[in-house]
């Protein structure tokens, strides 16, 4: 069943988009919430209608989303956590805990659109992650992991120091 989606919907589109959907979804799920209309040349004329004012919409999303990268970019995260004397965290840093540290900073990011590399950091060290923001836009955030000492403060690792002395040995 083809419809136009009246707002956007998450996994399916943007809103003005016409979508070949399931019937069953359609009539159960979009219709009765209002999240889409049926297509047809009354509802086609109607959104034709309102194209000036969608994109307008999609264009001021496309500029919060890049100065939201800007400001991202510019953030640094520092995360202290419980680790072993070798760098190892008791636990890991996962895209929730990075989402927590970028609500103080004032950064309101879905956890699910942030991508850290192997899905979680379990050692002490500085690490890039990505969020994902409008369309295909990305920013890469920079996290710093820091070891805390049994008291609560935050304490140099010694297995980093010691794998740079090995690395430059090597060299």
Known sequence: MKVILNVDVKSLGEEGDVKNVATGYARNFLLPRNLAVPYN?????????RKAEIEARK???????ASLKEKLEAAAIELVMPAAANGKLFGAVTANVVADALAKLGFEIERKKIDIPGSSIKAVGNYKATVKLYEAQTAEIHIAVKAQSADGKPVEAEAPKAEAAAEEKAE
Do not use: G, H, L
């Not at 040349?41 to 209608?49: N, Q, S």
């Not at 264009?59 to 989303?65: L, V, Y």
């Open 59 to 65: 264009e001021q999303k496309r500029k919060d989303s």
């Open 41 to 49: 040349e009354a509802t086609v004329m109607i959104f034709e209608a």
